[in-house]
């Protein structure tokens, strides 16, 4: 006896390969509260320690770049004490980290600001690590910095509109497991300090590169971009309350504690 196979294709042709999904990771900051459970970790390690770490936005600051008015997550000068040197980190969720992939975001200040403020964007290719050391200078394992908004404090390169920032991964080669980081790092701040209001973060994107996830690779190098919005959301909703305003409030505004009352 003898056995015979035929073998033939439907559809005249190979089946295309398709391609990976790999949709980016948005944070719109509509609940602060509810960072911690969408795998975000904050750690103040200001010194002095304030009042404040990361709260939900103020819209009598200002309003939002994108949604509801108070839906960003702001920072203030109450995160350290009367004078001190603030280091307030906000991490993301663990990401997959690969040259190309890119990061984008939009921070401001109050209008007419004269207290100089800073946000770093720092990178970790440790993994899940939320290492940030403890003291005011340290950094534990986000070592790289991707992008500096006012490194030198002065009172005019910090935005006072929305304005959207790129980093861009570089020097990470092959897929690596990390972290992003903002860093609100400024010297000679606080209420009495020379330095230091209020600032905002909002509308958040991570676009990974499509591919495996692989190990930890050194240092990427910076590749930032900015470009400018005209403003806030025109969508309303009613202020807070005046502690809560007062305690979450620009500098220049609490020292006019009326304006919340």
């Known amino acids: 006896w003898s056995l015979s196979l035929t073998t033939g294709s439907c559809g005249g042709g190979p089946t295309p390969t398709p391609t990976p999904a790999c949709p980016p990771l948005t944070q719109g900051f509509d609940n602060v509260t509810a960072l911690p459970g969408a795998g975000?970790?904050?750690q103040n390690n200001s010194s002095?320690?304030?009042?404040?770490s990361w709260f939900q936005g103020n819209d009598v600051v200002f309003a939002s770049q994108s949604g509801a008015p108070t839906s960003y997550i702001g920072a203030n000068y109450n995160s350290t004490g009367s004078v001190g040197t603030i280091s307030n980190w906000l991490l993301t969720p663990t990401l997959t980290l690969q040259n190309g992939a890119t990061m984008t975001f939009w921070s401001r200040i109050p209008s007419?600001?004269?207290?100089?403020d800073r946000l770093q964007v720092r990178m970790s290719t440790s993994g899940t690590s939320t290492n940030v050391g403890t003291a005011a200078t340290d950094v534990g394992d986000f070592t790289t910095v991707l992008l500096e908004i006012n490194p030198n404090l002065t009172t005019s390169a910090y935005p006072q509109v929305w304005t959207q920032f790129t980093a861009?991964?570089?020097g990470v080669p092959t897929p690596t497991t990390g972290r992003l980081a903002f860093r609100y790092f400024v010297t000679n701040g606080g209420l009495n300090g020379a330095n230091s209001n209020f600032i905002g973060i909002d509308t958040f994107q991570y676009n990974p590169i499509c591919g495996p996830t692989g190990t930890p690779t050194p240092t990427p190098s910076p590749t930032p971009t900015a470009s400018s919005s005209n403003g806030p959301a025109?969508?309303?909703m009613s202020s807070k309350g005046c502690a809560q305003a007062a305690t979450n409030a620009s500098?220049?505004?609490r020292r006019?504690?009326?304006a919340y009352c």
């Open 251 to 253: 500098k220049v505004r």
């Open 234 to 236: 025109a969508a309303r």
């Open 112 to 116: 007419g600001t004269v207290y100089p």
């Open 168 to 170: 861009t991964i570089s």
């Open 256 to 258: 006019s504690r009326d």
């Open 40 to 42: 975000w970790f904050t």
């Open 48 to 52: 002095p320690v304030g009042s404040n």
